[in-house]
């Protein structure tokens, strides 16, 4: 559903804060000199003991003429409750979201195993549960809990979190676009590691110096997030498949073609009911899932207590040893079924946005970690007594009075664990789409209040027919788990090779625990890989189809609009040609504002000359918008835009960037952004007007000038102008400061009335605002060149060209109106 979100107006503000850098409106920099005073300040005209001297320094190539909305304090754009109460909910409600897919692990775990390896004695059943168990405690314990949670980006989690926070310490993106003004937003600031920590320099060097290093990294962080796409598709078929599995046996003439049939149905219904989003229901899941967690604890307690409590014996780690040294081969492949044990661990970092890293520990560390153990224990006790119960140990373990009540929550888990699973799915490519690494798709946003809550139509329907295709294939939960674990220990993989160039590149860590990190989990994880590959034949091709599929189109994608973007910054206008035309622009300039959207951050893009050539008019106010995503999880609004005048002031040529992050939904009414956009404008005039004025002031005096307003010892270092500011700022503070400022400036400065230059461009841009706006866009066409590679022609004319001819066009995507939109065509050879 389309929806809309209100714009707050920023109001102008003189802002100084100690320690930040800033820049002024006409693109070059302050620097302040500290200059000694003389006696008790009797040059300073009252205005404290501290002088500054005001340097203009050169003005920077193709630099911004205001970095807007600086605002003093960083806002964090997680609001999330700290305090014991709010952690505890937190927690609660993570059991629906976080731990569904875990926690239905026990439907299929043992059943998977004891498929592989005959249970003949007690020590089949005792090395699998220590098998079990600690794989449980090392992997999402000790690993996720204590150390992957902790390497968030800015509270979000994930594959792509962990690549924007390299990103923002090395250039490695692969999209040339990053500008120095992005380091000056709030979420963007990094601890960084010392310069005497030379590891991290030599690492970050290696990095941003060698393309093939770029690359890699690129192709290993597409990998994980294809993987998880994968599992998107698994997770719903063995999962919904499992809790049907349960009426096999117990209802008569239930065989299983039954199984696959009532599977499909409940599929179907599932992704039917994706469009309505999860808001309505979402309060439903944790209250099931919490019931699902103390059904198995409670179960498992009673089968432990009533059948066998010697299974406790296998907290003793010898008992894996002798598992091996009797099954040797067969041993080996029963790990494939043990590590279903630990199957949506990834989605404890991966859902780590929408809670606390705290919430997700406790909820793990004090209700599914020992809910789980007591489950697994449980069916072993069982199996002791009934070893040829392991086809479906779980139902046959549940009393009997229990069943009917227990299969209908294992149903209602499976797929709440599906959902979560789904809704993961379109967040990582929604994720991939921001960062230029997947081709647009429609994304509806189905809560108001939670933004988090999208759906992709296009994900969701084939995410359907995979999964009934899977489904209907193999028919068995053995058979889609040979295939299930591949996908979760190639997630856990890349993981934990991300955080461990974290560890090495940005934090100031120990090199022998970064290298402990790695060599004790990635070591544990490609012994999984391996017993998992061995059923590659059995199943186990299944996920790596699916991950080469999505790792060639976002490959694709991303190379091509690399390529794309490339072609644009040699082909932009250069000024000599734009002073050649004139402020005119060799045509005839026409009332009301033209929005020129263009990927390009710098320069005046050639899209601009084919308008010139194919219409009879421009308009008299031209801005080139650029929608760039940043590699942080969110941008707040107060520091979305960026402003520059593109020419001279007759030319009424401006830049305006709009930045969001990786996590940001685009939802403005293009009423709403026109209206912020001509106030921005104003203000833009305004602070450029004043910079200007300040800088024939400091021409003309040889002398230092004081900055008055401040009190002594404050640090003040620098004055600093923003565009906007949030309004949670406006108050009575707003005029004091700048009253302090205006004190030190000449009056000239301070109004238009004054300056006739500005009143006319204010004037001129009211005009223009009143005769409407109209959108320029460019259909683009991207071309090989001819004597370019087989290879390269395959993918760029066809592959990448098919893949753009069916994405999202410019017009959708931009969320522009279709009545005020001009198109010309482009082709870009590469």
């Known amino acids: 559903m389309e929806e809309r979100d209100e714009i707050e107006e920023a109001s102008e503000r003189v802002v100084s804060r100690s320690g930040s850098d800033s820049r002024w409106v006409d693109g070059s920099q302050v620097e302040t000199e500290i200059v000694p005073s003389s006696g008790n300040g009797g040059g300073d005209g009252g205005y404290g003991s501290l002088r500054r001297r005001l340097v203009k320094k050169p003005k920077r190539v193709d630099s911004f003429d205001v970095e807007a909305m600086e605002i003093a304090g960083a806002y964090s754009h997680h609001s999330k409750d700290s305090s014991i109460w709010g952690t505890l909910a937190l927690a609660f409600q993570t059991l629906g979201v976080v731990y569904g897919d875990m926690g239905t692990s026990p439907l299929y775990v043992f059943t998977d195993v004891f498929s592989r390896v005959k249970i003949d004695s007690d020590v089949d059943v005792l090395g699998a549960l220590s098998l079990v168990m600690y794989t449980i405690a090392i992997i999402p314990l000790a690993k996720y809990v204590f150390v992957v949670l902790k390497a968030n980006d800015n509270g979000e989690g994930g594959t792509f979190a962990l690549y924007s926070l390299i990103c923002r310490y090395a250039k490695v993106?692969?999209?040339?676009?990053?500008?120095?003004?992005?380091?000056?937003?709030?979420?963007?600031?990094?601890?960084?590691?010392?310069?005497?920590?030379?590891?991290?320099?030599?690492?970050?060097?290696?990095?941003?110096?060698?393309s093939a290093s770029k690359t890699l990294l690129l192709l290993f962080v597409l990998m994980g997030t294809s993987m998880i796409i994968g599992d998107g598709i698994l997770t719903p078929a063995i999962s919904v498949m499992s809790a049907v599995s349960g009426l096999q046996g117990e209802v008569p003439g239930f065989g299983t073609n039954a199984v696959v049939v009532v599977s499909i149905l409940i599929l179907v219904v599932l992704f039917g009911i994706q469009r309505f989003g999860t808001s309505k229901v979402g309060v439903m899941f944790s209250p099931i899932l919490a019931l699902w967690f103390l059904s198995l604890g409670s179960i498992g307690l009673y089968n432990l207590l009533k059948h066998d409590i010697t299974?406790?014996?296998?907290?003793?780690?010898?008992?894996?040893?002798?598992?091996?040294?009797?099954?040797?081969?067969?041993?080996?492949?029963?790990?494939?079924?043990?590590?279903?044990?630990?199957?949506?661990?990834?989605?404890?970092?991966?859902?780590?946005?929408?809670?606390?890293?705290?919430?997700?520990?406790?909820?793990f560390s004090f209700v599914v970690f020992p809910c789980l153990l007591f489950a697994y224990m449980g069916q072993a006790?069982?199996?002791?007594?009934?070893?040829?119960?392991?086809?479906?140990?779980?139902y046959d373990s549940v009393p009997d009075s229990l069943?009917?009540?227990?299969?209908?929550?294992?149903?209602?888990?499976?797929?709440?664990?599906?959902?979560?699973?789904?809704?993961?799915?379109?967040?990582?490519?929604?994720?991939?789409?921001?960062?230029?690494?997947?081709?647009?798709?429609?994304?509806?946003?189905?809560?108001?209040?939670?933004?988090?809550?999208?759906?992709?139509?296009?994900?969701?329907?084939?995410?359907?027919?995979?999964?009934?295709?899977?489904?209907?294939?193999?028919?068995?939960?053995?058979?889609?788990?040979?295939?299930?674990?591949?996908?979760?220990?190639?997630?856990m993989i890349v993981t934990t090779s991300l955080?461990?160039?974290?560890?090495?590149?940005?934090?100031?860590?120990?090199?022998?625990?970064?290298?402990?990190?790695?060599?004790?989990?990635?070591?544990?994880?490609?012994?999984?890989?391996?017993?998992?590959l061995s059923k590659f034949y059995?199943?186990?091709w299944l996920p790596l189809v699916f991950a080469s599929f999505f790792l060639c189109v976002m490959y694709i994608w991303n190379y091509g609009s690399v390529l794309k973007y490339q072609s644009e910054v040699r082909e932009k206008i250069s000024m000599d040609f734009m002073t050649e035309l004139g402020s005119t622009l060799g045509t005839v300039r026409v009332p009301g504002i033209g929005m020129m959207y263009s990927e390009l951050v710098q320069g005046i893009p050639s899209i601009l000359g084919q308008f010139l050539l194919n219409l009879p008019a421009i308009h008299s106010v031209l801005v080139v918008v650029c929608i760039k995503y940043v590699p942080v999880p969110?941008?707040?609004q107060e520091e979305r835009f960026l402003f520059r005048r593109l020419c001279p002031k007759d030319y009424h040529m401006f830049r305006c960037i709009a930045r969001y992050g990786y996590t940001d939904i685009r939802k403005e009414d293009h009423h709403s952004f026109?209206?912020?956009?001509?106030e921005s404008l104003e203000k833009f005039l305004r602070r450029e007007a004043q910079d200007l004025a300040l800088e024939y002031w400091n021409e003309s005096d040889s002398e230092s000038v004081s900055v008055g307003g401040f009190p002594e010892g404050d640090g003040i270092d620098e004055l600093k102008i923003p565009l906007m500011r949030d309004s949670r700022l406006q108050g009575s503070s707003t005029a004091s400061e700048e009253t302090g400022i205006s004190a030190a400036l000449p009056s000239s400065m301070m109004s238009s009335d004054e300056d006739p230059g500005l009143e006319y461009e204010l004037s001129a841009l009211r005009e223009a605002t009143d005769s409407g706006f109209t959108y320029l866009l460019a259909h683009a066409d991207v071309r090989a060149k001819k004597n370019s590679f087989f290879l390269k022609k395959l993918v760029i004319n066809y592959l990448y060209g098919f893949l753009r001819r069916n994405c999202r066009a410019g017009a959708a995507n931009y969320t522009v109106p279709h009545m005020n939109i001009i198109e010309v065509g482009m082709t870009y050879m590469v």
């Not at 120095?180 to 030379?198: G, Q, V, Y």
């Not at 026109?674 to 001509?678: D, G, I, R």
Request: one cysteine or more; aromatic letters at 12%.
């Open 634 to 636: 969110v941008v707040p």
């Open 173 to 210: 993106n692969m999209l040339p676009n990053q500008q120095p003004a992005d380091e000056h937003i709030s979420s963007f600031r990094l601890k960084l590691p010392t310069p005497e920590l030379k590891r991290a320099l030599r690492i970050k060097e290696t990095l941003e110096k060698r």
């Open 538 to 540: 059995q199943g186990g």
């Open 674 to 678: 026109e209206q912020l956009l001509v």
């Open 499 to 532: 955080v461990t160039l974290v560890m090495l590149l940005i934090w100031q860590t120990n090199l022998f625990l970064a290298l402990c990190f790695p060599l004790v989990f990635g070591s544990v994880e490609l012994i999984y890989l391996s017993a998992v």
């Open 403 to 491: 069943f009917w009540p227990v299969i209908v929550i294992a149903t209602l888990a499976a797929m709440i664990a599906s959902q979560a699973m789904i809704s993961a799915t379109f967040s990582c490519v929604k994720q991939s789409m921001a960062l230029g690494c997947f081709p647009r798709l429609k994304i509806v946003h189905t809560s108001r209040r939670m933004m988090g809550q999208i759906y992709i139509p296009v994900i969701n329907w084939f995410l359907m027919v995979m999964c009934i295709v899977v489904v209907a294939i193999f028919r068995s939960t053995t058979e889609i788990a040979n295939a299930y674990g591949i996908a979760e220990v190639g997630v």
């Open 381 to 394: 006790a069982y199996l002791m007594k009934y070893p040829d119960s392991a086809r479906r140990i779980f």
């Open 311 to 363: 299974v406790l014996r296998a907290f003793n780690p010898i008992y894996i040893y002798l598992f091996f040294k009797k099954h040797d081969k067969e041993a080996w492949y029963a790990l494939g079924g043990c590590v279903l044990c630990i199957t949506g661990a990834e989605a404890m970092f991966a859902d780590l946005g929408h809670f606390s890293v705290r919430a997700i520990q406790i909820a």
